[in-house]
Protein backbone atom coordinates (compact mmCIF):
# COMPACT_ATOMS: atom_id res chain seq x y z
CA UNK A 1 0.00 0.00 0.00
CA UNK A 2 2.96 2.09 -0.82
CA UNK A 3 0.66 5.03 -2.31
CA UNK A 4 -2.06 5.15 0.62
CA UNK A 5 0.88 5.33 3.25
CA UNK A 6 2.81 8.32 1.05
CA UNK A 7 -0.80 9.90 1.81
CA UNK A 8 -0.57 9.19 5.51
CA UNK A 9 0.29 12.75 7.03
CA UNK A 10 3.16 12.23 9.14
CA UNK A 11 2.34 12.54 12.85
CA UNK A 12 5.32 14.50 13.39
CA UNK A 13 4.33 17.29 11.23
CA UNK A 14 0.32 17.61 11.74
CA UNK A 15 -1.30 15.25 14.24
CA UNK A 16 -4.58 16.67 14.30
CA UNK A 17 -4.72 16.01 10.14
CA UNK A 18 -2.41 12.35 10.59
CA UNK A 19 -5.70 11.57 12.81
CA UNK A 20 -8.08 12.32 11.08
CA UNK A 21 -6.05 10.99 8.11
CA UNK A 22 -5.57 7.60 9.90
CA UNK A 23 -8.67 7.26 11.23
CA UNK A 24 -10.46 6.97 7.50
CA UNK A 25 -7.52 5.40 5.84
CA UNK A 26 -7.56 2.59 8.54
CA UNK A 27 -11.54 2.55 7.78
CA UNK A 28 -12.02 2.87 11.75
CA UNK A 29 -15.05 5.40 11.06
CA UNK A 30 -16.99 7.41 8.87
CA UNK A 31 -18.89 10.97 8.86
CA UNK A 32 -22.51 11.21 9.21
CA UNK A 33 -24.95 13.69 7.36
CA UNK A 34 -25.87 15.43 10.85
CA UNK A 35 -23.06 16.97 11.84
CA UNK A 36 -21.12 15.07 14.83
CA UNK A 37 -22.20 11.86 13.38
CA UNK A 38 -20.11 9.02 12.66
CA UNK A 39 -20.30 5.43 11.82
CA UNK A 40 -18.21 3.32 13.54
CA UNK A 41 -17.12 0.61 10.82
CA UNK A 42 -16.94 -2.90 10.94
CA UNK A 43 -12.71 -2.45 12.10
CA UNK A 44 -13.44 -0.51 14.67
CA UNK A 45 -16.47 -1.85 15.71
CA UNK A 46 -14.39 -5.02 16.11
CA UNK A 47 -12.02 -3.52 18.52
CA UNK A 48 -15.18 -1.75 20.42
CA UNK A 49 -16.51 -5.57 20.92
CA UNK A 50 -13.25 -6.91 22.67
CA UNK A 51 -13.63 -4.24 24.84
CA UNK A 52 -16.98 -4.09 25.29
CA UNK A 53 -16.46 -7.97 26.12
CA UNK A 54 -13.87 -7.42 28.49
CA UNK A 55 -16.07 -5.22 30.43
CA UNK A 56 -19.07 -6.79 30.56
CA UNK A 57 -17.18 -9.96 31.36
CA UNK A 58 -15.70 -8.08 34.77
CA UNK A 59 -19.16 -5.94 35.41
CA UNK A 60 -21.00 -9.35 35.66
CA UNK A 61 -18.03 -10.68 37.66
CA UNK A 62 -19.04 -8.07 40.31
CA UNK A 63 -22.82 -9.00 40.47
CA UNK A 64 -24.14 -6.49 37.90
CA UNK A 65 -26.69 -7.10 35.37
CA UNK A 66 -26.92 -5.32 32.27
CA UNK A 67 -30.78 -3.46 31.02
CA UNK A 68 -32.20 -1.24 28.67
CA UNK A 69 -33.62 2.03 29.68
CA UNK A 70 -35.49 4.15 27.48
CA UNK A 71 -34.01 6.77 24.88
CA UNK A 72 -36.15 9.84 25.33
CA UNK A 73 -36.63 11.73 28.52
CA UNK A 74 -39.31 14.09 29.44
CA UNK A 75 -37.70 17.63 30.14
CA UNK A 76 -39.59 17.62 33.36
CA UNK A 77 -37.05 14.85 34.82
CA UNK A 78 -33.82 16.76 33.97
CA UNK A 79 -35.23 19.94 35.52
CA UNK A 80 -35.69 17.56 38.84
CA UNK A 81 -31.68 17.63 39.78
CA UNK A 82 -31.09 21.48 39.43
CA UNK A 83 -27.31 20.77 39.14
CA UNK A 84 -27.67 18.29 37.00
CA UNK A 85 -29.68 19.91 34.23
CA UNK A 86 -27.46 22.58 34.45
CA UNK A 87 -24.70 20.53 33.43
CA UNK A 88 -26.71 19.11 30.23
CA UNK A 89 -28.51 21.98 29.62
CA UNK A 90 -26.05 23.10 26.62
CA UNK A 91 -25.73 19.33 25.11
CA UNK A 92 -29.35 18.23 25.36
CA UNK A 93 -30.72 17.76 21.99
CA UNK A 94 -34.57 17.90 22.20
CA UNK A 95 -37.88 16.20 20.16
CA UNK A 96 -40.60 18.69 19.87
CA UNK A 97 -42.94 16.98 17.02
CA UNK A 98 -44.52 13.77 17.22
CA UNK A 99 -45.56 12.42 13.68
CA UNK A 100 -47.32 15.86 13.10
CA UNK A 101 -48.39 16.97 16.31
CA UNK A 102 -46.21 19.43 18.64
CA UNK A 103 -45.39 17.63 21.96
CA UNK A 104 -47.05 18.87 25.47
CA UNK A 105 -43.82 18.31 26.85
CA UNK A 106 -40.11 18.65 25.06
CA UNK A 107 -38.23 14.82 25.16
CA UNK A 108 -34.70 15.08 25.46
CA UNK A 109 -32.48 12.51 23.12
CA UNK A 110 -30.55 10.86 26.44
CA UNK A 111 -27.27 12.89 26.94
CA UNK A 112 -26.78 10.59 30.47
CA UNK A 113 -29.96 8.13 32.26
CA UNK A 114 -29.43 9.14 35.50
CA UNK A 115 -32.66 10.87 35.59
CA UNK A 116 -34.92 8.46 33.74
CA UNK A 117 -33.21 5.35 35.37
CA UNK A 118 -33.99 7.34 38.84
CA UNK A 119 -38.04 7.67 37.85
CA UNK A 120 -37.73 3.42 37.28
CA UNK A 121 -35.66 2.84 40.72
CA UNK A 122 -38.61 5.31 42.58
CA UNK A 123 -41.17 2.63 41.86
CA UNK A 124 -38.60 -0.68 42.21
CA UNK A 125 -37.08 -0.02 45.40
CA UNK A 126 -39.51 -0.08 48.62
CA UNK A 127 -37.25 -2.14 50.91
CA UNK A 128 -33.38 -2.53 52.03
CA UNK A 129 -34.09 -6.36 50.83
CA UNK A 130 -34.02 -4.83 47.42
CA UNK A 131 -30.69 -3.49 47.77
CA UNK A 132 -28.13 -3.16 46.09
CA UNK A 133 -29.63 -2.56 42.73
CA UNK A 134 -26.93 -3.03 40.15
CA UNK A 135 -27.59 -2.33 37.21
CA UNK A 136 -25.31 -1.70 33.63
CA UNK A 137 -26.52 -0.40 30.57
CA UNK A 138 -24.76 -0.78 26.96
CA UNK A 139 -26.57 2.44 25.38
CA UNK A 140 -25.82 5.28 22.55
CA UNK A 141 -25.95 9.34 23.76
CA UNK A 142 -26.59 12.19 22.11
CA UNK A 143 -24.76 15.45 23.47
CA UNK A 144 -24.98 18.86 21.50
CA UNK A 145 -21.07 19.16 20.88
CA UNK A 146 -19.92 22.43 18.73
CA UNK A 147 -16.64 20.92 17.98
CA UNK A 148 -16.12 17.43 17.00
CA UNK A 149 -13.94 14.74 15.80
CA UNK A 150 -14.29 11.25 15.09
CA UNK A 151 -14.58 8.87 18.95
CA UNK A 152 -12.62 11.90 20.76
CA UNK A 153 -15.83 13.68 20.79
CA UNK A 154 -18.77 13.56 18.63
CA UNK A 155 -22.30 14.07 19.18
CA UNK A 156 -23.31 10.63 19.07
CA UNK A 157 -21.43 7.91 20.70
CA UNK A 158 -21.51 4.46 22.13
CA UNK A 159 -20.57 3.60 25.84
CA UNK A 160 -21.53 1.12 28.75
CA UNK A 161 -23.15 3.36 31.92
CA UNK A 162 -23.63 1.62 35.19
CA UNK A 163 -25.82 2.74 37.75
CA UNK A 164 -26.03 1.73 41.39
CA UNK A 165 -28.25 1.99 44.48
CA UNK A 166 -27.26 1.16 47.96
CA UNK A 167 -28.29 1.22 51.62
CA UNK A 168 -24.76 3.19 53.01
CA UNK A 169 -22.63 5.81 51.49
CA UNK A 170 -19.73 3.44 53.03
CA UNK A 171 -20.97 0.71 50.42
CA UNK A 172 -21.59 3.89 47.52
CA UNK A 173 -18.15 4.65 47.53
CA UNK A 174 -16.88 1.16 47.86
CA UNK A 175 -18.66 0.49 44.39
CA UNK A 176 -17.33 3.83 42.69
CA UNK A 177 -13.37 2.85 43.45
CA UNK A 178 -14.18 -0.64 42.17
CA UNK A 179 -15.91 0.44 39.38
CA UNK A 180 -12.59 2.97 38.82
CA UNK A 181 -10.15 -0.24 39.48
CA UNK A 182 -12.21 -2.46 36.75
CA UNK A 183 -11.43 0.64 34.06
CA UNK A 184 -7.59 0.66 34.93
CA UNK A 185 -7.80 -2.69 34.21
CA UNK A 186 -9.23 -2.70 31.21
CA UNK A 187 -6.94 0.26 30.08
CA UNK A 188 -3.88 -1.70 31.64
CA UNK A 189 -4.75 -5.44 30.44
CA UNK A 190 -6.76 -4.27 26.52
CA UNK A 191 -5.41 -1.33 25.56
CA UNK A 192 -1.73 -1.05 27.21
CA UNK A 193 -2.54 2.35 28.32
CA UNK A 194 -1.08 3.70 31.36
CA UNK A 195 -3.61 5.60 33.03
CA UNK A 196 -3.76 7.69 36.38
CA UNK A 197 -6.34 7.49 38.82
CA UNK A 198 -7.59 10.23 41.40
CA UNK A 199 -10.42 12.61 41.73
CA UNK A 200 -12.06 15.47 40.07
CA UNK A 201 -12.43 19.12 41.51
CA UNK A 202 -15.29 20.25 42.63
CA UNK A 203 -15.83 22.54 39.56
CA UNK A 204 -14.47 19.43 37.37
CA UNK A 205 -17.09 17.07 38.94
CA UNK A 206 -19.92 15.45 37.39
CA UNK A 207 -23.36 17.30 37.90
CA UNK A 208 -25.24 16.36 40.24
CA UNK A 209 -22.13 14.16 42.29
CA UNK A 210 -20.84 14.61 45.47
CA UNK A 211 -17.44 13.22 44.06
CA UNK A 212 -15.94 11.93 40.70
CA UNK A 213 -13.01 9.34 40.34
CA UNK A 214 -11.60 9.87 36.84
CA UNK A 215 -8.82 7.48 34.89
CA UNK A 216 -6.75 9.94 33.28
CA UNK A 217 -4.59 9.07 30.11
CA UNK A 218 -1.79 11.14 28.48
CA UNK A 219 -1.78 11.23 24.88
CA UNK A 220 1.25 10.81 21.95
CA UNK A 221 0.53 14.54 21.84
CA UNK A 222 1.20 15.78 25.41
CA UNK A 223 -2.67 16.32 25.58
CA UNK A 224 -4.09 14.59 28.50
CA UNK A 225 -7.84 12.45 27.63
CA UNK A 226 -10.67 12.14 30.12
CA UNK A 227 -10.64 7.97 30.07
CA UNK A 228 -13.27 6.66 32.15
CA UNK A 229 -14.83 8.48 35.34
CA UNK A 230 -17.12 6.71 38.39
CA UNK A 231 -19.47 8.83 40.27
CA UNK A 232 -20.39 8.69 44.06
CA UNK A 233 -24.07 10.62 43.68
CA UNK A 234 -24.82 10.27 47.33
CA UNK A 235 -28.32 10.62 48.06
CA UNK A 236 -28.70 13.70 45.45
CA UNK A 237 -30.53 12.15 42.91
CA UNK A 238 -32.66 10.00 45.53
CA UNK A 239 -34.01 13.11 46.81
CA UNK A 240 -34.54 14.66 44.00
CA UNK A 241 -36.82 11.69 42.62
CA UNK A 242 -38.61 10.84 45.91
CA UNK A 243 -36.33 7.40 46.19
CA UNK A 244 -36.44 5.65 49.52
CA UNK A 245 -36.94 2.32 51.20
CA UNK A 246 -37.57 0.94 54.65
CA UNK A 247 -34.08 0.03 56.40
CA UNK A 248 -34.07 -3.04 58.78
CA UNK A 249 -35.75 -0.92 61.55
CA UNK A 250 -38.64 -0.07 59.81
CA UNK A 251 -37.06 3.67 58.98
CA UNK A 252 -37.70 5.16 55.86
CA UNK A 253 -34.72 6.96 55.13
CA UNK A 254 -32.96 7.27 51.25
CA UNK A 255 -30.29 5.61 49.58
CA UNK A 256 -26.98 6.33 47.73
CA UNK A 257 -26.52 6.28 44.36
CA UNK A 258 -23.64 5.71 41.78
CA UNK A 259 -22.82 6.19 38.46
CA UNK A 260 -20.19 5.03 36.08
CA UNK A 261 -19.19 5.22 32.13
CA UNK A 262 -16.58 3.96 29.49
CA UNK A 263 -17.12 5.16 26.25
CA UNK A 264 -16.05 4.69 22.69
CA UNK A 265 -13.63 7.84 22.68
CA UNK A 266 -10.74 5.68 24.07
CA UNK A 267 -10.39 4.14 20.73
CA UNK A 268 -9.36 7.58 19.36
CA UNK A 269 -7.12 7.75 23.09
CA UNK A 270 -5.91 4.25 21.61
CA UNK A 271 -5.09 5.36 17.87
CA UNK A 272 -3.05 9.20 19.86
CA UNK A 273 -1.02 6.82 22.83
CA UNK A 274 0.26 4.23 19.92
CA UNK A 275 -0.25 5.33 16.40
CA UNK A 276 2.64 6.61 14.16
CA UNK A 277 3.75 7.44 11.42
CA UNK A 278 3.36 4.51 9.44
CA UNK A 279 -0.51 3.69 11.09
CA UNK A 280 -1.88 2.52 13.80
CA UNK A 281 -0.09 -0.04 16.28
CA UNK A 282 -2.72 -2.30 18.29
CA UNK A 283 -2.13 -4.02 21.35
CA UNK A 284 -3.02 -7.96 20.72
CA UNK A 285 -5.35 -8.62 23.13
CA UNK A 286 -7.65 -5.85 21.37
CA UNK A 287 -6.52 -6.19 17.70
CA UNK A 288 -9.34 -7.96 15.72
CA UNK A 289 -6.11 -9.62 13.43
CA UNK A 290 -3.42 -10.64 15.87
CA UNK A 291 -0.91 -12.18 13.38
CA UNK A 292 -1.48 -11.87 9.30
CA UNK A 293 0.56 -13.97 6.59
CA UNK A 294 1.92 -12.62 3.53
CA UNK A 295 3.72 -14.76 0.91
CA UNK A 296 5.63 -13.60 -1.29
CA UNK A 297 5.51 -15.57 -4.59
CA UNK A 298 7.30 -14.96 -8.18
CA UNK A 299 6.02 -16.62 -11.17
CA UNK A 300 6.04 -20.85 -10.82
CA UNK A 301 6.78 -20.90 -7.16
CA UNK A 302 3.34 -19.42 -6.71
CA UNK A 303 1.09 -22.43 -6.06
CA UNK A 304 3.34 -24.32 -3.65
CA UNK A 305 3.89 -20.90 -1.56
CA UNK A 306 0.03 -20.45 -1.72
CA UNK A 307 -0.67 -23.61 -0.67
CA UNK A 308 1.92 -23.12 2.29
CA UNK A 309 0.38 -20.49 3.69
CA UNK A 310 -2.97 -21.67 3.78
CA UNK A 311 -1.61 -24.38 5.84
CA UNK A 312 -0.07 -22.42 7.85
CA UNK A 313 -2.82 -20.28 8.15
CA UNK A 314 -5.09 -23.00 9.34
CA UNK A 315 -2.40 -24.48 11.63
CA UNK A 316 -2.21 -21.00 13.33
CA UNK A 317 -5.96 -20.23 13.19
CA UNK A 318 -6.55 -24.19 15.24
CA UNK A 319 -3.85 -22.69 18.01
CA UNK A 320 -6.48 -19.69 19.05
CA UNK A 321 -4.65 -17.03 17.60
CA UNK A 322 -6.90 -14.13 15.35
CA UNK A 323 -5.20 -15.04 12.35
CA UNK A 324 -5.59 -13.63 8.59
CA UNK A 325 -3.60 -15.07 5.39
CA UNK A 326 -3.41 -11.95 2.60
CA UNK A 327 -3.57 -14.20 -0.47
CA UNK A 328 -5.01 -11.17 -2.75
CA UNK A 329 -3.14 -11.34 -6.02
CA UNK A 330 -3.56 -7.78 -7.33
CA UNK A 331 -0.78 -5.98 -5.60
CA UNK A 332 2.82 -6.88 -4.20
CA UNK A 333 4.37 -7.72 -1.04
CA UNK A 334 5.29 -4.23 0.08
CA UNK A 335 1.41 -3.13 -0.52
CA UNK A 336 0.57 -5.49 1.70
CA UNK A 337 3.18 -4.85 4.37
CA UNK A 338 2.30 -1.35 4.37
CA UNK A 339 -1.63 -2.27 4.48
CA UNK A 340 -1.16 -4.00 7.27
CA UNK A 341 1.38 -1.86 9.20
CA UNK A 342 -1.47 0.88 8.73
CA UNK A 343 -3.87 -1.39 10.00
CA UNK A 344 -1.73 -1.89 13.14
CA UNK A 345 -1.53 -5.70 12.72
CA UNK A 346 0.79 -6.81 15.56
CA UNK A 347 2.94 -9.27 13.71
CA UNK A 348 3.52 -10.18 9.99
CA UNK A 349 4.50 -13.91 9.14
CA UNK A 350 6.35 -13.96 6.17
CA UNK A 351 6.18 -16.72 4.07
CA UNK A 352 8.60 -17.27 0.79
CA UNK A 353 10.21 -20.18 -1.28
CA UNK A 354 13.03 -19.64 0.44
CA UNK A 355 11.84 -19.45 3.98
CA UNK A 356 9.88 -22.94 2.95
CA UNK A 357 13.19 -24.36 1.54
CA UNK A 358 14.56 -23.91 5.08
CA UNK A 359 11.97 -24.96 7.02
CA UNK A 360 11.18 -21.35 8.76
CA UNK A 361 9.08 -18.41 8.47
CA UNK A 362 9.77 -14.38 9.35
CA UNK A 363 7.79 -12.66 12.16
CA UNK A 364 7.69 -8.92 12.04
CA UNK A 365 6.80 -7.17 15.46
CA UNK A 366 4.81 -4.03 14.35
CA UNK A 367 5.99 -2.76 17.52
CA UNK A 368 9.23 -2.52 17.56
CA UNK A 369 9.66 -3.26 13.73
CA UNK A 370 12.06 -6.30 14.92
CA UNK A 371 12.45 -9.33 12.27
CA UNK A 372 12.80 -12.75 13.92
CA UNK A 373 13.66 -16.01 11.53
CA UNK A 374 11.80 -18.81 13.27
CA UNK A 375 11.50 -22.80 13.21
CA UNK A 376 8.01 -23.54 10.95
CA UNK A 377 7.35 -26.28 13.85
CA UNK A 378 7.76 -23.26 16.08
CA UNK A 379 5.85 -20.79 14.85
CA UNK A 380 2.14 -21.14 16.64
CA UNK A 381 4.41 -21.19 19.99
CA UNK A 382 6.21 -18.29 19.65
CA UNK A 383 3.01 -16.27 18.04
CA UNK A 384 1.64 -16.57 21.26
CA UNK A 385 4.72 -15.80 23.14
CA UNK A 386 4.78 -12.49 21.23
CA UNK A 387 1.49 -11.59 21.74
CA UNK A 388 2.52 -11.53 25.55
CA UNK A 389 5.53 -9.39 24.51
CA UNK A 390 4.23 -7.06 22.29
CA UNK A 391 1.32 -6.34 25.18
CA UNK A 392 3.29 -5.45 27.96
CA UNK A 393 5.91 -3.49 25.67
CA UNK A 394 3.35 -1.02 24.61
CA UNK A 395 1.86 -0.48 28.29
CA UNK A 396 5.59 -0.20 28.74
CA UNK A 397 6.56 2.41 26.46
CA UNK A 398 3.45 3.71 26.83
CA UNK A 399 4.30 4.46 30.60
CA UNK A 400 8.20 5.20 29.74
CA UNK A 401 6.62 8.25 27.53
CA UNK A 402 4.20 9.67 30.40
CA UNK A 403 7.08 9.04 32.72
CA UNK A 404 9.27 11.43 30.55
CA UNK A 405 6.06 13.80 30.25
CA UNK A 406 5.59 14.39 33.50
CA UNK A 407 6.84 17.65 35.07
CA UNK A 408 7.11 18.49 38.61
CA UNK A 409 7.61 22.51 38.52
CA UNK A 410 8.65 25.00 41.05
CA UNK A 411 7.42 28.70 40.41
CA UNK A 412 4.34 29.95 38.08
CA UNK A 413 6.65 30.89 35.10
CA UNK A 414 8.08 27.63 35.22
CA UNK A 415 4.33 26.10 34.88
CA UNK A 416 3.37 28.55 31.81
CA UNK A 417 6.57 28.14 30.14
CA UNK A 418 5.97 23.56 30.61
CA UNK A 419 2.49 23.64 29.56
CA UNK A 420 2.82 25.79 26.63
CA UNK A 421 5.87 24.51 25.35
CA UNK A 422 6.25 20.63 26.56
CA UNK A 423 3.16 19.63 27.18
CA UNK A 424 2.12 16.78 29.13
CA UNK A 425 1.15 16.07 33.16
CA UNK A 426 2.36 19.21 35.05
CA UNK A 427 2.15 18.29 39.26
CA UNK A 428 2.25 21.31 41.55
CA UNK A 429 0.12 22.27 44.73
CA UNK A 430 -2.96 23.96 44.33
CA UNK A 431 -4.78 25.89 47.23
CA UNK A 432 -8.12 24.66 46.48
CA UNK A 433 -9.98 27.37 45.16
CA UNK A 434 -11.82 27.81 42.38
CA UNK A 435 -10.43 31.40 41.36
CA UNK A 436 -6.69 29.62 41.16
CA UNK A 437 -7.77 27.02 39.16
CA UNK A 438 -9.92 29.54 36.33
CA UNK A 439 -6.61 31.45 36.74
CA UNK A 440 -4.80 28.85 35.85
CA UNK A 441 -7.30 27.61 33.02
CA UNK A 442 -7.44 31.59 31.85
CA UNK A 443 -3.46 31.74 31.31
CA UNK A 444 -2.56 28.20 30.33
CA UNK A 445 -5.90 26.91 29.15
CA UNK A 446 -4.82 24.14 31.33
CA UNK A 447 -7.19 22.07 33.81
CA UNK A 448 -7.08 20.39 36.84
CA UNK A 449 -7.22 16.77 35.10
CA UNK A 450 -7.27 14.48 39.34
CA UNK A 451 -6.17 14.89 42.71
CA UNK A 452 -4.04 12.04 43.14
CA UNK A 453 -5.33 10.16 45.84
CA UNK A 454 -2.33 10.63 47.64
CA UNK A 455 -1.25 13.99 47.32
CA UNK A 456 1.69 15.95 48.79
CA UNK A 457 1.25 19.58 50.52
CA UNK A 458 2.91 22.59 49.04
CA UNK A 459 2.98 26.59 48.28
CA UNK A 460 0.28 27.31 45.57
CA UNK A 461 2.16 28.69 42.64
CA UNK A 462 -0.07 30.76 42.14
CA UNK A 463 -1.71 32.20 45.28
CA UNK A 464 1.17 31.27 47.62
CA UNK A 465 -1.15 29.60 50.10
CA UNK A 466 -1.29 26.19 51.54
CA UNK A 467 -1.64 24.11 49.22
CA UNK A 468 -1.69 19.52 47.94
CA UNK A 469 -0.71 18.30 45.08
CA UNK A 470 -2.90 18.35 41.70
CA UNK A 471 -1.62 17.09 38.31
CA UNK A 472 -2.75 19.47 35.56
CA UNK A 473 -2.54 19.37 31.80
CA UNK A 474 -4.10 20.63 28.08
CA UNK A 475 -6.56 18.18 28.01
CA UNK A 476 -9.31 17.10 24.74
Same mark, same amino acid.
Given at each position: ??????????????????????? @????????????????????????????????? @??????????? *?????????????????????????????????????ERLAIRPTSESIICDFYKNWIHSHRDLPVLIN?????????????????? *???????????????????????????????????????????????? *????? &?????????????????????? *???????????????????????????????????????????????????????????????????? @???????? @?????????????????????????????????????????????????????????????????????????????????MVEIQQNMLYQASQFRHANTHQVETYDEFKET??????????????????????????????????????? &???????????????????
Open positions: MTEAVEKLTKKSEDASRWYLDLV @RMAKLADYGPVRGTFAIRPYGFEIWERIQSYLD @RRFKETGHKNA *SFPLLIPESFLNKEAEHVEGFAPECAWVTMGGNDELEQWANVLRWEMVTRPFLRT *SEFLWQEGHTVHATAEEARAETLQMLDVYQDCFHEMLSIPVLTGMKSP *SERFS &GAVETYTCEALMGDGRALQAAT *SHDLGQNFAKAFDISFLDENQNRVRPYQTSWGFSTRVIGGLILVHGDDRGLKLPPNLAPTQAVIVPIW @RGKNKPEV @REEAESLFAELKESGLRMEADLDEEHSPGWKFNEHELRGVPVRVELGPKDIEKGQAVLVRRDTGEKEFVDRKSVAARLSELIAERRGFVVAPWDGTEETEQKIKDDTKATIRLLPFEREE &GEDLVSGKPGKTAVFARAY
